[in-house]
């Protein structure tokens, strides 16, 4: 049942030129694309920020069918952070976007002089100036693309100022908030200084045998909408883990100092549903509708997902929701991975805790557990490499 369509895309940064070339119709999925690319092309010892890294973003064979919540891509390049494999995937609209343009997959080489963004519409492909969108965040740099194009459905994917700063755990953002943020992706694309790829495609994904198709995406929503997980799902998405951790005694409270938090009830996943989620969102072609938008007296933006709740609340040792909502918001638009973010923040307040380190050695932020100087401070210092 082939619906692969087999094109890969190369971008030459260095030279700026553009290539495509058919790939085997094997059926394989985005990951193991890019891990197969990186093994036969990359050089061993490379400097992972240098022109030598290759950034393979793709998609898998099922990316932008009507098979359920085939919305993922996935991107892989030696990670900056661990010196190893890195990879890391977003959901949302991309990856769709990215196959119905009759891409699979698109390689990385060398570095640009200047910054660009890639542009794909179908068969169209562009490196485009970007000078206009450095220092942007994430947002900024998606409803400008959007709207200078005139398109408010393009799919951006993009890097905010850490990835262009070359933070280390920075990350790749489409549809605003979904992010690959695992591995350093975004400081890989901030290397080649390539600040964003917007995508637009029509030509739909067929399977070559709709019938069957159709009869497996149909048994599979069933099967899903069956499943005694998915109205807890939909109702919390990943923040119902909170509890369950909390339950299980393995709460990352005052970072890992303790299980338990007093305030959890304030914090929890029941909490961000009735305190601040105005809206229910979901990724493309998926009935669980997990994700959440939230209006803080900060900011607005979406999620967040359990890593980053439990990061600026109990592991920081904050008992206010609403800051650490607002705070994972800024993460997000920063271009920080928020899993790292708020374990570097958590870590620095447990070293203020033991003495190690001192408020002054911070530009004099108040590092004690859940300052909201610190969780307000510290993710711009570390975006735009601030301070030590
Ligand atoms: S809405 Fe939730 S469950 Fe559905 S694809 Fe997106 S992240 Fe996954």
Redesign the pocket.
């Known amino acids: 049942m082939s619906i692969c369509q087999g094109n890969r895309l190369n971008v030459d940064l260095t030279n700026s030129e553009i290539g495509r070339e058919k790939t085997p119709d094997n059926g394989i999925g985005a990951r193991t694309w890019n891990s197969v690319t990186l093994l036969r092309e990359l050089e061993p010892g490379i400097d992972p920020l240098g022109p030598d890294n290759i950034l393979c973003i793709a998609t898998g064979p099922l990316a932008g069918s009507s098979m359920i919540?085939t919305?993922r891509f996935i991107a892989s390049a030696k990670s900056p952070l661990t010196g190893y494999l890195g990879d890391s995937g977003a959901?949302?609209f991309f990856a769709p976007e990215l196959r119905w343009s009759g891409h699979d997959q698109i390689v990385f080489t060398g570095v640009s002089e200047k910054w660009v963004y890639l542009s794909i519409e179908n068969d169209r492909v562009e490196i485009r100036d970007a000078a206009h969108l450095v220092g942007k965040d994430i947002t900024e740099t998606t409803l400008t693309l959007q709207e200078e194009l005139n398109d408010p459905d393009l799919q951006v994917a993009a890097i905010g100022p850490a990835g262009e700063n070359l933070v280390r755990y920075s990350i790749i953002s489409c549809n605003l908030a979904r992010a690959a943020g695992r591995t350093g992706m975004g400081a890989v694309m901030g290397s080649k200084k390539l600040k964003a790829i917007v995508v637009r495609g029509d030509q739909p994904v067929r399977p070559a045998d709709p019938e069957r198709f159709g009869n497996a995406c149909r048994q599979l929503q069933s099967d899903l909408e069956g499943h005694r997980e998915f109205e807890p799902?939909r109702r919390y998405?990943t923040t119902m883990i909170m509890d369950r951790l909390a339950e299980m005694g393995v709460l990352p409270a005052y970072h890992y100092r303790s299980t338990e938090f007093k305030d959890l009830e304030h914090v929890n996943g029941e909490a961000l549903r009735r305190d601040h989620v105005v809206k229910e969102?979901?990724?493309?072609n998926?009935n669980?509708?997990?994700?959440r938008y939230n209006i803080t007296r900060y900011n607005e933006g979406e999620g967040p997902e359990y890593e980053a709740q439990a990061a600026y609340t109990v592991k920081c040792g904050n008992a206010d929701l609403e800051l650490a909502v607002g705070v994972s918001n800024t993460v997000n638009r920063l271009g920080l991975d928020c899993i790292t973010a708020g374990e570097v923040i958590a870590w620095l307040m447990e070293c203020r805790h033991e003495g190690i380190i001192t408020d002054a050695d911070i530009d004099g932020i108040d590092l004690s557990w859940g300052s909201p100087d610190a969780l307000i401070r510290l993710p711009e210092m570390i975006a735009r490499r601030e301070g030590i």
């Open positions: 919540a919305c959901r949302g799902r998405g969102k979901s990724c493309f998926c669980v509708h997990c994700s």
